[in-house]
């Protein structure tokens, strides 16, 4: 005896399990964040002395791991749960979320198109107050030397934002060896060295404008920033990548939202 077949609205099992482990993997990345920033913070004793983390007179580095962390992990935990357990709270979520995190990049792309001249003021800004605080945490001191290194830079506009340092400044009430002078990181590399010599800046600043440029850097990181945005289009592309990436994970979990909910409609 032959039956009738209904065959209603089903939940697509593609969009579902590639939701699934596309968040799993950014679940475990936002853990692993989370666990560096924890981990780096125990090394520097905060965890202990929770008060010490106002004390920082400068960025500490630590912060964009725990922040990006956070967000990777609340993410991917909505998204996973979301699709594995058909949760259209959790999924509405994730789509919310990922949207004002797309809405805000396009925002601040737009905003530092516009006010090129400002943003240059607030890196400068931000730059000279790290500068100030050089030696007051391991990381931020790693990450001002990363800096000058990669882009072949000294200080914002230039060697004497080392000025603001008390260790490097050129005033009589410096009595230290440091006077006038720059970090190693702002030091010309030669190719022959294998061993950096961490006393290269030292008095480097006291020497004439022509024989600095043989011992330092004199260009400050944020031209050089510039000009590495200048010559390297490709990071554009990358961020534009991204932003479809979004678009996309939106686009499908929107989808298999409305698959859910006329799978529960027709019960």
Same mark, same amino acid.
């Not at 050089?134 to 000025?163: K, P, S, V």
């Given at each position: 005896?032959?039956?009738?077949? /209904?065959?209603?609205?089903?939940?697509?099992?593609?969009?579902?399990?590639? #939701?699934?482990?596309?968040?799993?993997?950014?679940?475990?990345?936002?853990?692993?964040?989370?666990?560096?920033?924890?981990?780096?913070?125990?090394?520097?004793?905060?965890?202990?002395? #929770?008060?010490?983390?106002?004390?920082?007179?400068?960025?500490?580095?630590?912060?964009?791991? =725990?922040?990006?962390?956070?967000?990777?992990?609340?993410?991917?935990?909505?998204?996973?749960?979301?699709?594995?357990?058909?949760?259209?709270?959790?999924?509405? /979520?994730?789509?919310?979320? =990922?949207?004002?995190?797309?809405?805000?990049?396009?925002?601040?792309?737009?905003?530092?198109?516009?006010?090129?001249?400002?943003?240059?003021?607030?890196?400068?800004?931000?730059?000279?107050?790290?500068?100030?605080? /050089?030696? $007051?945490?391991? $990381?931020?001191?790693?990450?001002?030397?990363?800096?000058?290194?990669?882009?072949?830079?000294?200080?914002?506009?230039?060697?004497?934002?080392?000025?603001?340092?008390?260790?490097?400044?050129?005033?009589?009430?410096?009595?230290?060896?440091?006077?006038?002078?720059?970090?190693?990181?702002?030091?010309?590399?030669?190719?022959?060295?294998?061993?950096?010599?961490?006393?290269?800046?030292?008095?480097?600043?006291?020497?004439?404008?022509?024989?600095?440029?043989?011992?330092? /850097?004199?260009?400050?990181?944020?031209?050089?920033?510039?000009?590495?945005?200048?010559?390297? =289009?490709?990071?554009?592309?990358?961020?534009?990548?991204?932003?479809?990436?979004?678009?996309?994970?939106?686009?499908?979990?929107?989808?298999?939202?409305?698959?859910?909910?006329?799978?529960?409609?027709?019960?």
């Amino acid at each position: 005896m032959s039956g009738k077949h /209904y065959k209603g609205p089903e939940v697509s099992c593609c969009i579902k399990y590639f #939701i699934f482990g596309f968040n799993v993997i950014f679940w475990f990345l936002g853990i692993a964040f989370l666990g560096i920033g924890l981990w780096a913070w125990n090394e520097k004793g905060v965890l202990s002395n #929770i008060s010490s983390i106002t004390d920082l007179g400068g960025f500490d580095p630590v912060w964009l791991f =725990l922040v990006v962390g956070g967000v990777m992990f609340i993410l991917g935990f909505a998204g996973c749960i979301g699709a594995l357990r058909e949760n259209t709270f959790l999924l509405k /979520y994730f789509s919310v979320f =990922l949207g004002i995190i797309f809405f805000l990049e396009l925002t601040a792309g737009v905003l530092a198109f516009v006010f090129k001249d400002w943003i240059k003021d607030q890196l400068y800004f931000f730059i000279n107050n790290n500068i100030r605080a /050089y030696r $007051d945490d391991i $990381d931020l001191q790693n990450l001002i030397d990363f800096t000058q290194e990669y882009w072949q830079c000294c200080g914002a506009f230039g060697a004497d934002d080392w000025n603001l340092n008390i260790y490097f400044n050129c005033t009589d009430s410096n009595a230290g060896r440091e006077r006038c002078g720059v970090p190693f990181s702002c030091c010309t590399k030669d190719p022959a060295e294998d061993v950096i010599n961490t006393q290269c800046g030292y008095d480097a600043r006291q020497k004439p404008e022509v024989d600095q440029q043989i011992v330092i /850097y004199t260009k400050g990181c944020v031209p050089q920033f510039e000009k590495w945005l200048q010559d390297n =289009l490709t990071i554009v592309f990358i961020f534009i990548g991204i932003a479809l990436l979004q678009i996309f994970g939106i686009c499908l979990a929107q989808n298999l939202v409305s698959d859910i909910e006329a799978v529960r409609a027709s019960w």
